[in-house]
């Protein structure tokens, strides 16, 4: 694709930019009805896991998506290297679909780990990954006999909620307005821009001189089940999958964003206020192969723009083989062992391909009101976002282009850059023999290079229903996952004594009603060594509290900026979790669910439930919870409305899905297990 062309694209598209977003979209007619019975919004791997379950129940799904690949962090995203533990991946206790994708990378490399990457056993080519899972869901569809409707470059515009028939009785979502989008004719091909670029086109009804539209109105199958309460129940369910939770404010249900206030519950909290404009850093991949020859690489006209930003960060990282060999995701496997910071690697060679994810190398971290990406409440509201028709996907647009700029910077700065921002002078050397893979058969399969959507790492989260001590709404929070030691001297000094005693009475597990009584002082309590153990569990995760912070000051690449203070006091390591149903039901709305990153966490919890196989397991979970609900014409909520009592019809959901080979606890799991300090 020449440059000129290119230009002329991003001209127009800086043009219709300028047009405000309620009035750039016009409500236009459907152009046809689709039917199912699960609708599920976003083609992740929590969507493509809520598919692939309810495909092999035999239901109709329509799986929509923003780009045209299915997977997002495998495929989309880029973020082909799955995060797994090492006693989860030793003793493989995954969802049965993920169990499956592994066999099926594993079956198409001859290996898990084609890339002989260090940061994972599986690392493979994000092509590849949209490849694979797709052929899942068509075998699950042919083995289920359910019925697959794929709806790529589609984006949920409006919502049809009904109002509640009584005070007593929620909304339902009665259909779904889509537009999908394709190259007008005589157009460069999807994929050759950038999002930041196409983003807002493919939110508005109008064609464009680069896009031709269809108008998608989804609505459910009809049924004449109902509750035992002669309630209607729902005929269909809708699953918001997305990466940022955009059905949850398009719909207008609670939810959080950003840092929570600081308290019993989240003792790490950065802040002792509400922070929405501070989540964690979100990244453009992109994939480089090295090369026999130096390569001629010109520096982009941005590049001196984002340069202070750039580093190794620490010095035990201050390798370029190192960090080439991070997340390399092909090799054929002819370098030399080496080693550098305690670390062990095979060098690499010519023909070798690496995908970047570095946090201080194209993570982009905003954390103002003036950049953040997600826009939350009061500013979609400010927008007109939350308008009948006004919806533009919740996003900063400036904030996705400076983060596309930020990562063609990065690779310029490995290949040819001589500054450390962290680590001072004489650190970094150029490493001119690599070069930017593009091209629609590119391992990102886009023209510029960089991975089709960001790899976002926390969502708006949903706050779930009140519920038995719960009053305010169901949340998971940092002390039910984290190992850290409660007792450092940080927590007696930055928490008031009234919050540092509740605190330690939360951490006491089965010996809470001794404190509470009076029974046991809470100096005498020993802090439990496992997560919360929650009734309701309907699937499983395990990995650290892991944060990629927000920077203190705007814009992020500012010289000189830094994290926002106390941000990474929430990283530790964590035990192995489970994923309780009340943290996927929304209020307000009976017949939507949510997996993936939009759950009821804070903001540090959120920082452990966001890798692959989580993901996968709150997508099985949501798909068999909507599928027993349509079974037995009940909503999933009544499943969980009378805990800490467990009903029946709950317990024959999680008999149901570990029928299916979907855990919903981790071996051994029990409030008198105390035994997991060697689960890492």
């Not at 794929?150 to 009665?174: A, R």
């Not at 499983?540 to 990629?548: E, N, T, V």
């Not at 964590?574 to 903001?603: C, W």
Request: neutral net charge.
């Amino acid at each position: 694709m020449h440059r000129s062309l290119i230009n002329l694209i991003l001209s127009l598209t800086l043009l219709e930019s300028a047009i405000p977003a309620a009035l750039a979209t016009p409500q236009r007619a459907p152009d046809k009805d689709v039917t199912c019975e699960i609708l599920v919004v976003g083609g992740g791997l929590a969507g493509a896991a809520a598919a692939y379950e309810s495909l092999l129940a035999g239901r109709t799904v329509c799986l929509t998506e923003i780009t045209d690949w299915v997977g997002g962090q495998i495929s989309s995203q880029g973020v082909s290297a799955l995060d797994e533990r090492g006693t989860q991946r030793e003793r493989l206790v995954y969802p049965r679909g993920y169990l499956k994708l592994r066999e099926r990378i594993s079956s198409y490399y001859g290996t898990l780990n084609p890339g002989k990457c260090w940061v994972s056993e599986v690392c493979f080519i994000p092509r590849d990954g949209n490849k694979l899972l797709f052929s899942m869901l068509k075998d699950a569809a042919a083995q289920g006999k359910g019925t697959l409707k794929w709806f790529p470059n589609t984006v949920i515009k409006e919502l049809e909620i009904t109002p509640p028939l009584t005070g007593e009785v929620g909304q339902q979502i009665q259909s779904a307005i889509a537009i999908q989008h394709r190259q007008a004719p005589g157009t460069p091909p999807v994929n050759t821009e950038p999002l930041s670029q196409t983003i807002e086109d493919s939110y508005r009804y109008e064609n464009s001189p680069r896009f031709e539209k269809q108008i998608i109105r989804f609505v459910h199958l009809k049924s004449a089940k109902t509750t035992q309460q002669t309630q209607p129940a729902p005929d269909w369910y809708v699953v918001d999958a997305t990466e940022t939770g955009e059905l949850i404010a398009l719909a207008d249900v609670p939810y959080r964003l950003g840092v929570d206030p600081r308290s019993a519950f989240n003792p790490s909290s950065s802040s002792t206020t509400d922070n929405p404009y501070c989540t964690q850093g979100f990244t453009y991949t992109f994939a480089m192969q090295a090369t026999s020859f130096p390569r001629i690489n010109t520096a982009p006209m941005f590049y001196f723009k984002y340069a202070p930003y750039y580093s190794y960060e620490l010095k035990r990282l201050a390798s370029f083989p190192l960090v080439f060999t991070y997340r390399r995701i092909w090799s054929d496997g002819t370098g030399n062992p080496d080693k550098f910071g305690g670390l062990e690697f095979t060098s690499p060679v010519p023909g070798d391909i690496s995908m970047q994810n570095w946090t201080w190398g194209n993570d982009y971290r905003p954390g103002t009101s003036a950049d953040n990406l997600i826009l939350d409440r009061e500013q979609l509201q400010s927008t007109g976002q939350l308008t009948p028709g006004g919806w533009m996907g919740g996003l900063r647009t400036d904030s996705l282009r400076d983060a596309e700029q930020i990562a063609q910077g990065y690779f310029y700065w490995l290949v040819a850059g001589k500054t450390d921002s962290q680590l001072g002078p004489d650190v970094k050397k150029p490493q001119p023999n690599n070069r930017y893979l593009t091209g629609l058969d590119s391992p990102m399969g886009t023209v510029h290079g960089l991975s089709k959507y960001p790899y976002i790492r926390e969502a708006r989260r949903i706050i779930g229903r009140p519920s038995y001590g719960y009053s305010d709404g169901f949340t998971i929070s940092e002390i039910d996952i984290s190992r850290h030691n409660y007792r450092d001297d940080y927590y007696k000094k930055t928490l008031p004594p009234d919050i540092y005693s509740r605190l330690w009475t939360f951490l006491a597990g089965w010996e809470t009603p001794a404190v509470l009584s009076g029974k046991l002082s809470p100096d005498q309590v020993k802090s439990r060594s496992r997560s919360r153990i929650y009734p309701d569990s309907v699937g499983i995760g395990h990995y650290a509290i892991d944060f990629h912070p927000c920077m203190a000051m705007t814009p992020p690449e500012l010289p000189g900026n830094k994290d926002f203070p106390g941000e990474r006091q929430g990283a530790s390591a964590a035990y192995p979790f489970e994923i309780p149903l009340r943290a996927m039901i929304p209020q307000k709305i009976d017949n939507m669910l949510v997996a993936g990153k939009t759950i009821a966490t804070s903001h540090i919890a959120a920082a452990a439930y966001r890798v692959h196989s989580y993901e996968w397991s709150a997508g099985a979970a949501a798909a068999t919870t909507a599928d027993f609900a349509l079974k037995q014409g009940i909503m999933p909520y009544q499943l969980v409305d009378k805990l800490p009592q467990r009903g029946l019809q709950l317990e024959a959901l999680q008999r149901q899905l570990e029928e299916n080979d979907n855990p919903t606890a981790f071996p051994g799991a029990s409030i008198f297990n105390e035994n997991w300090d060697n689960w890492r």
